[in-house]
């Protein structure tokens, strides 16, 4: 225990010498670290009503409900421009810094037996946005036509696919590249508004959506062409889990995916599949899929994950959420082959331990459009701890190997090269809710 206090002092400490350096939040990919086997927050799950009757059940309660989450995290981040075998004396060494305290305030109204609001405002500190300490977050409505379409329109994020590593078949997720997008045309923000029906039938149900990420909150009006339309198919046996959706949108290629999920003698099986119609370059026909398993060990003290995935879109970019460990950004997919492994071992104790490794393969780079054949791996082995209630500690190292994309990405939170660094991060966190219906 004093072990783990001196570490949260000496953390704390640094932090407030060096805060004038820090410039941003410590940006720690959310699979990094030990999350890969989590569930996501419950902000950012999606509350789909069909088939589900605790929440049909749950519409029928009116009142209204406030809720509270804070966080408050710091992270000390040294680093090298060169990995420890390569050392020859010209090496480089820096401190990053990461600070941030955050709050959201969310609002739940249950105005009738079929209509429901949600609202949820953030607090950032330091902004993300030129001093805007606030911003909007999901803010959107449900509504139950006799339990047996439910709609949901507003802001909010909403997820397709299985694979925890690579979201190739999340197509909500996709955007237009904007050397492509016509100059007049509102350019996308990042952040989803969509109208979404959900339809109940037999074992699985039917999803409609319409989704576009112009700055709706900023004064952009959606045009036609900046207005995306799919819908997916569930089938959800006890035996497997079968979807097949399709996505298009007005300057991005036409994409359909089918995915099944099962499971045989404990281990879960996954296997997706894409399909991809480019039209607007070269009337292309391209694919890509995915197969990987996760199995649990030890009474689920142990967990692995390994997936392979091919890619043979080119030059294609995907819109990432904010999570718990980053905020939105835009991010490559990289072609061909790729492998992704996840490791976590829950030891026993009152610390509740974990042990944990992340390790990303890719055989190709990609630097603005341009594909090479540099291949590049990252490794992050860390070790989480939670002393006390509503505080996790966490020691990794994350570091790469090859001269590829994971080699060109290796950045602190200065943007300076790190492909070898060492990450302490402390997070205080937690939430209340209140309320009555």
């Keep these: 225990m004093r072990i783990f206090l001196f570490l949260l002092s000496m953390c704390v400490f640094f932090i407030n010498i060096f805060a004038q350096d820090a410039i941003n939040l410590i940006d720690i990919q959310r699979g990094s670290l030990d999350s890969v086997f989590d569930s996501e927050s419950p902000e950012f799950q999606d509350e789909s009503f069909a088939g589900d009757s605790s929440v049909i059940n749950d519409l029928r309660r009116r009142g209204i409900e ?13 680093g090298w421009n060169m990995r420890p075998w390569e050392f020859d004396g010209s090496e480089q060494f820096s401190w990053a810094i990461g600070v941030l305290m ?14 429901r609001v949600r609202t949820i405002v953030k607090i950032d500190i330091p902004s993300e946005k030129n001093g805007e300490f606030f911003s909007l977050g999901d803010f959107f409505f449900d509504y139950n036509f006799l339990d047996r379409v439910f709609l949901r329109a507003g802001k909010y994020e909403q997820s397709w ?6 979201s190739f078949t999340n197509l ?18 990042g952040e989803s508004y969509i109208v979404k029906f ?9 999803q409609l959506l319409s989704l576009t990420r112009v700055n709706i909150a900023g004064g952009d009006t959606p045009t036609r062409e900046t207005i995306g339309y799919g819908g997916k198919y569930n089938l959800a046996f006890r035996w497997a889990d079968f979807n097949i959706g399709v996505f298009y949108q007005d300057y991005m290629a036409a994409r359909g995916f089918f995915s099944v999920k099962t499971s045989i003698l404990g281990v879960d099986f996954y296997n997706e599949w894409l399909a991809v ?7 292309s026909l391209r694919y890509a899929f995915n197969i990987g398993f996760s199995k649990n060990f030890f009474n689920n003290k142990m967990e692995i994950n390994c997936e392979y995935f091919y890619n043979g879109e080119e030059s294609t970019e995907f819109f990432q ?15 061909e082959h790729n492998f992704a492994f996840n490791f976590l071992y829950r030891f026993s104790g009152k610390l509740n331990p974990r042990f944990f490794t992340r390790a990303l393969y890719a055989s190709t780079d990609r630097d603005i459009g341009v594909t090479t054949r540099e291949q590049s791996l990252s ?30 990405s290796a950045k602190n939170v200065l943007e300076q090269h790190r492909p070898f660094s060492v990450v302490l991060y402390v997070t205080f966190h937690g939430s209340v809710r209140t309320g009555q219906k």
């Design 66 to 78: 406030f809720d509270a989450s804070y966080e408050f995290r710091g992270a000390l981040n040294p």
């Design 102 to 115: 955050r709050a959201s305030l969310g609002m739940t109204a249950q105005v009738s037996d079929s209509f």
């Design 161 to 166: 696919g299985v694979s925890p590593n690579f």
């Design 172 to 189: 909500l997720s996709r955007i237009a590249l904007l050397d492509i997008l016509p100059p007049e045309l509102p350019q996308p923000d």
């Design 198 to 206: 959900d339809i109940p039938i037999g074992v699985g149900g039917l």
């Design 277 to 283: 119609y480019n039209h607007h370059t070269d009337d």
């Design 321 to 335: 959420p904010e999570t718990e460990f980053r905020r939105m950004e835009t991010s490559p997919f990289l072609e």
């Design 379 to 408: 490794i992050t082995p860390g070790f989480r701890v939670t002393p006390f209630p509503n505080l996790d500690i966490y020691l990794a190292v994350p570091f790469a190997l090859g001269n590829g994309y994971y080699f060109r």
